[in-house]
């Protein structure tokens, strides 16, 4: 039985609706919600004692519910006869005082201010089928009636589908006429999924339009958006402002009905939001293992990442997630990612918090009332501490936090917050730091003082960095480059002169320093505030033997080229970031591997020296392009790919003669490293410098 209109402009037609109702006999039709659906927002904004008038009332069942539960002053109009007579026999006995009258709403035979309420179930939505002239002035004449017959005071209730062109209508025009609009969200595609007749995939919302005393010469307009049916409304500053959170909210309930519908649907993230400051919370990926056997118990399940470490690979890369999906064993892995600058009192109060949100994001075929597992690792939430966050006018706006690894360690991070899920610097504190600060955030647990406080982790003197430990595998493999020099077993009593480009926290500059005794190292920064935060967080600082120039990269090899009497080095290291995250590649900008710089480079390394370079590069048409160019200035060219990591770290020498067969690479890596581990250097035993090259490849 055909029962919903071809076009939407047959719903603004009489005849449609006496023919509606005479196909649909005696059956309500529910539009957009029963009763037990809508009760929340109804009971909210109607008193028991108010009269209400709904117009466009057809067959539902919703004002007889309201009548049984109480709110017995209600008069019904609607334009079919049909409907009108039916509901009368219906009514007539059971519910004597409710009225149903058969009446064009855009032409009201009541006086003004005759009611405290006007309820309009989809009405509004049935009349605005379109934006043609017509269409708009029948609506106009049917809102300017609801504002006659509503006493100051009183509310007209719409629920609505919120279609951008409804929306717009309604919000313009109560606005303008000095109403307060509301806009109060009330069900959720979700509950409607399983129903044996489905209606829309959109969410259902209430326009709560409340009308004031005019006022001469004000140009008061007050917009607010309850999000969910408890909420507190929300105050936004325009009505464009209101119509596009109401789109994020459409968007994420067709979202939650696509994912239902079918696994699979690829990458899918989203943000979850503060409901009183609108800030992220919480970032979800979900993720389907379509190969998975189902049974009883493996549907779905919440992973919980915990804080600071949705920078590692197997939580913040498409594959890892992956990967950790598969290994978990659950057709639908949700990932839950927690946001620095939000406070969260443990795994318990998070999962409290998430439990009915994740479950819209649930696949279809979940057993009645499974138990959803929430996941993690080590069963926690983690440790973040903001140390401090400023802006800087090159990078913007930055954040150093110390957060806890999976051994306990604590490790302090540099992040850029334009790309907040890369670690920009990293270093790990020494041991009885973290043991301080592992005391004292149980001792300030019992206050109920949030995890993230500044207070949680001293201040960060220079001495609680471990200096002879590296985080990042790209900088341990760069390290490693240094066995391909001459004679790599004696360079401890060698002088060297490395050029290192890109200081960051200045881990890697310092490592040499303190490792390579008879080093000179220039370290060229362009962003004066790195150099504050590698000295004040990160325990750098200058020597004689180590010099910090803040300049372009660029512009400082341009400049030693041509010097009459330039200096040469036996390394040059590139460790520099893109600002320009359209480009492919973000490491280094594409300028530093120009034809015309590489020769400049070259011109200043000495003729036994290694370029190293890391790379990260996600086109490989790009990539193909710079290997290249490296290969045409440098003949003798390694790369050595960084596991899990889109690095590629290059080392580049000048006479491919002295290219190097895997063990003899190996062997020189191993002198080096029995050089280094000599008693009282202080050497992280985890570092394998010949493991950083056995999976070097030539190009």
């Known amino acids: 039985m055909n029962l919903l209109p071809k076009s939407s402009k047959e719903f603004g037609s009489v005849d449609y609706w006496e023919k509606f109702f005479q196909q649909r006999g005696k059956k309500a039709f529910e539009w957009y919600g029963t009763y037990l659906e809508l009760?929340?927002?109804?009971?909210?904004?109607?008193?028991?004692?108010?009269?209400?008038?709904?117009?466009?009332?057809?067959?539902?069942e919703l004002s007889e519910q309201l009548y049984d539960v109480g709110y017995q002053d209600i008069v019904n109009i609607d334009i079919s006869e049909v409907v009108i007579k039916q509901m009368k026999e219906r009514n007539a006995s059971r519910r004597p005082r409710m009225s149903f009258l058969k009446m064009d709403m855009t032409q009201m035979e009541f006086p003004d201010a005759s009611f405290q309420v006007v309820l309009d179930k989809g009405t509004l939505d049935a009349v605005l089928t379109d934006e043609e002239e017509k269409t708009l002035q029948q609506v106009d004449r049917m809102l300017a009636e609801v504002g006659r017959v509503l006493q100051v005071g009183g509310r007209y209730l719409c629920i609505s589908l919120a279609q951008a062109h409804v929306l717009k209508k309604a919000v313009g025009h109560f606005s303008r006429e000095g109403w307060m609009v509301r806009v109060h969200q009330v069900?959720?595609?979700?509950?409607?999924?399983?129903?044996?007749?489905?209606?829309?995939?959109?969410p259902v919302f209430a326009f709560i339009m409340t009308k004031f005393r005019p006022v001469t010469g004000s140009a008061l307009q007050i917009f607010e958006l309850c999000a969910q049916e408890q909420g507190k409304p929300v105050r936004l500053e325009s009505a464009e402002r209101l119509a596009e959170a109401v789109r994020e909210r459409q968007q994420y309930a067709w979202l939650c009905s696509q994912l239902y519908r079918k696994a699979g649907l690829g990458s899918v993230s989203l943000d979850l939001c503060n409901g009183d400051t609108g800030e992220p919370r919480y970032t979800l990926h979900v993720v389907d293992s379509p190969t998975v056997k189902p049974s009883r118990d493996n549907h779905f399940a919440i992973f919980i990442i915990p804080q600071g470490r949705e920078t590692e690979w197997l939580f913040g890369m498409e594959e890892g997630r992956k990967q950790l999906a598969a290994s978990a064993g659950f057709r639908r892995l949700i990932t839950v990612a927690l946001h620095r600058g939000q406070q969260y009192e443990g795994m318990d109060s998070i999962q409290a918090e998430l439990s009915a949100r994740v479950m819209e994001l649930a696949p279809a075929g979940m057993p009645a009332q499974l138990q959803v597992p929430f996941l993690s690792v080590g069963g926690d939430i983690g440790v973040r501490i903001v140390q401090h966050q400023d802006c800087s006018p090159l990078s913007g706006d930055y954040v150093i936090e110390d957060v806890q690894g999976d051994d306990k360690r604590y490790f302090r991070r540099l992040i850029f917050l334009s790309n907040r899920n890369v670690v920009q610097s990293e270093a790990r504190l020494l041991q009885d730091v973290s043991h301080r600060a592992q005391k004292k955030?149980?001792?300030?647990?019992?206050?109920?003082?949030?995890?993230?406080?500044?207070?949680?982790?001293?201040?960060?003197p220079g001495q609680s960095i471990d200096k002879s430990y590296l985080c990042c595998e790209h900088h341990k493999a760069m390290i490693a480059g240094l066995a391909l020099l001459k004679?790599?077993?004696?360079?401890?009593?060698t002088p060297l002169a490395l050029l290192v480009v890109g200081l960051g926290g200045g881990s890697l500059p310092l490592f040499i320093h303190d490792?390579?005794?008879?080093?000179?190292?220039?370290?060229?920064?362009?962003?004066?505030?790195?150099?504050?935060?590698?000295?004040?967080?990160?325990?750098?600082?200058?020597?004689?033997?180590?010099?910090?120039?803040?300049?372009?990269?660029?512009?400082?090899?341009?400049?030693?080229?041509?010097?009459?009497?330039r200096p040469h080095y036996d390394v040059i290291m590139f460790d520099v970031d893109s600002k320009d995250p359209t480009l492919g590649m973000s490491c280094p900008p594409p300028a530093f591997v120009a034809q015309l710089f590489l020769q400049k480079v070259k011109s200043i390394l000495t003729s036994e020296g290694v370029f190293i370079l890391n790379l990260v590069c996600r086109d490989l048409g790009l990539k193909d392009s710079?290997?290249?160019g490296l290969k045409a200035v440098f003949p003798l060219l390694y790369?050595?790919?960084?596991?899990?990591?889109v690095n590629e770290i290059l080392f580049c020498q000048l006479h491919s003669e002295s290219k190097l067969?895997?063990?003899?690479?190996?062997?020189?890596?191993?002198?080096?490293?029995?050089?280094?581990r000599k008693p009282g250097k202080g050497w992280d035993d985890t570092y394998v410098l010949s493991d950083m090259l056995n999976t070097v490849k030539i190009v």
């Not at 935060?533 to 004689?544: E, P």
């Not at 790369?639 to 990591?645: P, Y």
């Not at 190996?666 to 490293?673: C, D, F, I, K, V």
Request: aromatic residues 4%; hydrophobic residues 40%; contains cysteine.
């Open 39 to 60: 009760c929340g927002v109804l009971h909210k904004y109607i008193k028991p004692r108010e009269k209400v008038l709904v117009v466009g009332c057809g067959n539902s």
């Open 187 to 202: 069900a959720s595609s979700q509950d409607q999924l399983l129903e044996a007749e489905p209606r829309f995939s959109l």
């Open 441 to 460: 955030r149980k001792k300030d647990r019992k206050k109920h003082r949030p995890a993230d406080t500044p207070e949680d982790l001293p201040a960060a």
């Open 487 to 493: 004679n790599p077993e004696r360079l401890l009593e």
């Open 515 to 565: 490792h390579f005794p008879k080093s000179c190292i220039h370290a060229v920064e362009i962003d004066p505030s790195m150099l504050e935060v590698a000295t004040q967080w990160f325990g750098f600082s200058q020597s004689d033997r180590m010099k910090v120039h803040i300049a372009d990269g660029l512009d400082f090899i341009t400049r030693l080229a041509e010097e009459e009497a």
């Open 626 to 628: 710079v290997l290249a």
């Open 639 to 645: 790369v050595r790919r960084i596991e899990g990591e």
């Open 661 to 676: 067969a895997t063990p003899e690479l190996l062997e020189m890596a191993q002198a080096l490293e029995q050089t280094l």
